[in-house]
Antibody, heavy 129, light 108 residues
Framework: EVQLVESGGGLVKPGGSLTLSCAASGFTFSTYTMNWVRQAPGKGLEWVSSISSSSDDIFYADSLKGRFTVSRDNARNSLYLQMNSLRAEDTAVYYC??????????????????????WGRGTTVTVSS | SSEVTQDPAVSVALGQAVRITCQGDSLRGYFTNWYQQKPGQAPVLVIFAGNNRPSGIPDRFSGSSSGNTAFLTITGAQAEDEADFYCSSRDRSGNRYVFGPGTKVTVL
């Protein structure tokens, strides 16, 4: 069974740090781009970061302003999110999600369209004094 | 940053059809994905790349698009379809996902 299990959430004071983990199983983790997505209480989904299979391509949401760092260990089938200088507005459920690609011909050119097909249950981060 | 909009809420009578709208300039360049999220649960992919259903998703869910607008249609809504639905695409760089604010679907 394809599964993603997040861990590492908890209560942290403003300005503190926390590292989240996501353990993957049931698929060849090393061949997939992975994502972090968060959801503040009562709010919508917000994409946070993505990391390619080999860690060559890493992207972050502009709103993070360099405070978060994504990494992965393919030997351990694990994805990480290091979060520094945490603020109250970082309080959220953090999900890891597997990236998938589909392709189709558009205007006689092969184009690829990404989507997130498998999600974990999430881990809760609360930033409060 | 790219902005995607959705109607905050829609309601549908049991067994009837409902269409959810997602609008934004970024939708012109990429097909839209749709996620269903029930309270206390993780999002579930229901439509990818515009009009494709993952395995296990009922065929009453369908996707379409026109210009900068994408649509998710539920034909014959069931009580279990009551949830928040989020559309998602890529920003202009193509490197980042953007989500709509979500539409709460109520089945009456």
């Amino acid at each position: 069974e394809v599964q993603l299990v997040e861990s590492g959430g908890g209560l942290v004071k403003p300005g503190g740090s926390l590292t989240l983990s996501c353990a993957a199983s049931g698929f060849t983790f090393s061949t997939y781009t992975m994502n972090w997505v968060r959801q503040a209480p009562g709010k919508g989904l917000e994409w946070v970061s993505s990391i390619s299979s080999s860690s060559d391509d890493i992207f972050y949401a502009d709103s993070l302003k360099g405070r978060f760092t994504v990494s992965r260990d393919n030997a351990r089938n694990s994805l990480y999110l290091q979060m520094n200088s945490l603020r109250a507005e970082d309080t959220a459920v953090y999900y890891c999600a597997r990236d998938q690609l589909t392709s189709t011909i558009v205007a006689r050119a092969l184009r690829y369209y990404p989507y997130m097909d498998v999600w974990g249950r999430g881990t809760t981060v609360t930033v409060s004094s | 940053s790219s902005e995607v909009t959705q109607d905050p809420a829609v309601s549908v009578a049991l067994g009837q059809a409902v269409r959810i709208t997602c609008q934004g300039d970024s939708l012109r360049g990429y097909f839209t994905n749709w996620y269903q999220q029930k309270p206390g649960q993780a999002p579930v992919l229901v439509i990818f790349a515009g009009n494709n259903r993952p395995s296990g998703i009922p065929d009453r869910f369908s996707g379409s698009s026109s210009g900068n607008t994408a649509f998710l249609t539920i034909t014959g809504a069931q009580a279990e379809d009551e949830a928040d639905f989020y559309c998602s695409s890529r920003d202009r760089s193509g490197n980042r996902y953007v989500f709509g604010p979500g539409t709460k679907v109520t089945v009456l």
